[in-house]
Structure formats: structure tokens, C-alpha cells
């Protein structure tokens, strides 16, 4: 099974700047095979990201991400109020799927 | 509009059993692996189970495997998640979410499982 460890555990920045989130692997993920989403309170999950790089429908291209083999990042390039939330990273390269343990973006 | 809407939630004791409900609405439901994540209380996503688009093949987690069932019927255009021997460690709002080349584009609101 793939472990996905997530840093920071928290990261408290103010709007306007740069967020910088990383998800590390126990094992190379093949084709990158890694995605990430946003979880708000009481919503459910919203997919970012997939291919470790391509945009899914819809979201603003404020947020990028880059990565292969093991390292992956997810980045805010300046955070919008509305980006602080929680963030996932998670392999899909075979089964079992897992999920990183999520950094937080909080407001400083 | 694509929906997914999550039913059958619950309280139940330890030991017991529920079975979870996944209606799927504006997309072909036939078409598409369909997922089981689960989150416990102020913890993160745990992955479940999933299910092939015609059922024929299915995977889950080690922390549920000879318990918790994955099915489909893609005439009703639903998945089903059977839990049983249910424990305290099951307790979350379990989502159930589309695949898209494998991860998860379209989620539902979840549906809430107690076992105390």
C-alpha cells in the first residue's frame, strides 16, 4: 500500500500570498497518478487536480500542480478568502486508493 | 445536473449491520467505476471500496474487507455499500463519488453511520 504523508500539517498564511503544499509518497506513483482536493466544512470534497498537473473543470488557475515519482506539490499562486480549507492528496495508480492525511490553510 | 445523493445512514449498535444507498442522477451511471470514502469525525478520507461499471469487479480496503459488500444495479442507477460486524472504528459520513480515469470528480453530501 502507497502511503501519501502530507506538509505541512497546517500552514497559516494571509490572503494575497503563496501557498505552498506538499505530498510525498512511500513508493513512486506511475504516471502520476496523483490527484488533490478541497474539503470546506460540512462540504464534501472537490477535485483540483489530477495527473498531479491538469486542472479538473472549473477551477481557476490559481492553482497549479507539479510532481512525479514520489514528490508532488499543490500550489496557491495568491489565496483567494475562499481557498482556506483543507487539502487532500491521493494516489490512484492501483488499489488500494489512499488519501494523504490533508494540510490545513488557515488565515493568519 | 450530475448528483450523487447518499441514503440508508444511521445509528446502530456494535456488531450491527446497515446498508448504504447511492442514487446517481444526469450522467450514464452505466458508464463509470463508482467509490465508497469514508471520514470519521474530524479526521481525513479514507478510501472504501469501489466498483466496476458493470459489477463484475470490485476492491476495498483491508479495514473492511469480509465486511462491508460492494454492489451496483445500473437499472436503478445506484451503488449500495452492505456494512456489517460493524465497530466503533466505523463511525463517518460515508460519501460515495464517481470515477474519472481514477479520481473522484462528482461526490455526494454523505450519509452519516453511528455504532455506539
Known amino acids: 500500500e502507497i502511503v501519501l504523508t502530507q506538509s505541512p500539517g497546517t500552514l497559516s498564511l494571509s490572503p494575497g500570498e503563496r501557498a505552498t503544499l506538499s505530498c510525498r509518497a512511500s513508493?513512486?506513483?506511475?504516471?502520476?497518478?496523483l490527484g488533490w482536493y478541497q474539503q470546506k466544512p460540512g462540504q464534501a470534497p472537490r477535485l483540483l487536480i489530477y495527473?498531479?498537473?491538469s486542472r479538473a473543470t472549473g477551477i481557476p488557475d490559481r492553482f497549479s500542480g507539479s510532481g512525479s515519482g514520489t514528490d508532488f506539490t499543490l500550489t496557491i499562486s495568491r489565496l483567494e478568502p475562499e481557498d482556506f480549507a483543507v487539502y487532500y492528496c491521493?494516489?490512484?495508480?492501483?488499489?488500494?486508493?489512499?488519501f494523504g492525511q490533508g494540510t490545513k490553510v488557515e488565515i493568519k | 445536473e450530475v448528483q450523487l445523493v447518499e441514503s440508508g445512514g444511521g445509528l446502530v449498535q456494535p456488531g450491527g449491520s446497515l446498508r448504504l444507498s447511492c442514487a446517481a442522477s444526469g450522467f450514464s451511471f452505466k458508464n463509470y467505476w463508482i467509490n465508497w470514502v469514508r471520514q470519521a469525525p474530524g479526521k481525513g478520507l479514507e478510501w472504501v471500496a469501489n466498483i466496476k461499471q458493470d459489477g463484475t469487479g470490485t476492491y476495498s480496503a483491508e479495514s473492511v474487507k469480509g465486511r462491508f459488500t460492494i454492489s451496483r444495479d445500473n437499472a436503478k442507477n445506484s451503488a449500495y455499500l452492505q456494512l456489517n460486524n460493524l465497530g466503533a472504528e466505523d463511525t463517518a459520513l460515508y460519501y460515495c463519488?464517481?470515477?474519472?480515469?481514477?479520481?473522484?470528480?462528482?461526490w455526494g453530501r454523505g450519509t452519516r453511520v453511528t455504532v455506539s
Open positions: 491521493q494516489h490512484y495508480g492501483d488499489s488500494p486508493r489512499t
Open positions: 463519488a464517481r470515477d474519472y480515469w481514477g479520481v473522484f470528480d462528482v
Open positions: 495527473g498531479a498537473s
Open positions: 513508493q513512486s506513483i506511475g504516471i502520476s497518478s
